[in-house]
């Protein structure tokens, strides 16, 4: 029993990969929100046998806030000047919460602690400091990531998500047709998707349901 325990432990285990369950739609249309389970590989492994940094567009799994395991993009890295609001809130300016939805979580006065920020072209920026990531899901509608938040350090990172185990193929849609195949392979695939419209999202084949009266 000690054994299986240290093999699959995810701090001891000696096996540089693991198998991940993906569920929610934060990473559409990137990962599907049901049913879908993924490869990763190793934080310790990647840096310390494979000798590799992190890049923007990597797409990670890391203990969020409450210890639990998520999984978001890396869109900015120490020195970088990421839009408080997000990569895509020029898609949103239309709407009261520039398309940050409220989340029923207490985050408290995250602002308050960060290193530094800055205004360029008339938006705040956040400028990140050594050691820390910002992250964000692909479905910026339907994610909550560090614009709720805010920075996460790198040592909360278990690994990358390198190959797509099940399905093996899914069925095809226009978006993926302006996006580029649907390749298994995950790693090397660092340019963030278009998000989907609403529209996309509820009709396109993700097993999505709306619930009535919500956004």
């Known amino acids: 029993m000690l054994l299986l325990f240290l093999l699959n432990h995810e701090d001891y285990s000696p096996i540089p990969f693991t198998f ?3 569920a929610g ?8 929100p049901t ?3 993924y490869l990763r590989v190793k934080w310790w492994f990647l840096s310390l046998v494979m000798g590799k ?8 799994v890391f203990k ?10 890396i869109v900015g890295l120490e020195g970088d000047q990421i839009d408080r609001l997000g990569e895509f809130v020029h898609l949103y300016q239309h709407e009261p919460d520039l398309g940050i939805r409220h989340v029923p979580f ?7 602690h960060l290193d530094k920020t800055c205004m360029a072209n008339g938006k705040e920026k956040v400028v990140v400091p050594n050691g820390m990531i910002w992250v964000e899901g692909d ?11 805010g920075l996460l350090s790198t040592n909360s990172i278990l690994g990358i ?20 195949d649907d390749s298994c392979i995950m790693n090397g695939r660092n340019r963030r998707p278009h998000p989907l419209t609403e529209d996309e999202m509820f009709s396109g084949p993700y097993n999505i349901v709306k619930i009535p009266d919500t956004k």
Not at 53 to 60: A, H, K, L, P, R
Not at 64 to 73: E, L, V
Request: overall charge negative; some cysteine.
């Open 20 to 22: 991940d369950f993906m």
């Open 139 to 149: 479905n910026p509608l339907h994610s909550i990531d560090s614009r709720h938040y």
């Open 35 to 37: 049913g879908e389970c």
């Open 161 to 180: 998500v390198a190959y797509r185990i099940w399905p093996r193929r899914r069925r095809r849609t226009a978006h993926q047709d302006d996006q580029g």
């Open 53 to 60: 940094q992190w890049e923007i567009g990597d797409i990670i």
């Open 64 to 73: 969020d806030t409450s210890g639990k395991h998520a999984c978001k993009r």
């Open 25 to 32: 739609p934060s990473m559409l249309p990137t990962i599907h």
């Open 106 to 112: 207490d985050f408290g006065d995250w602002e308050s």
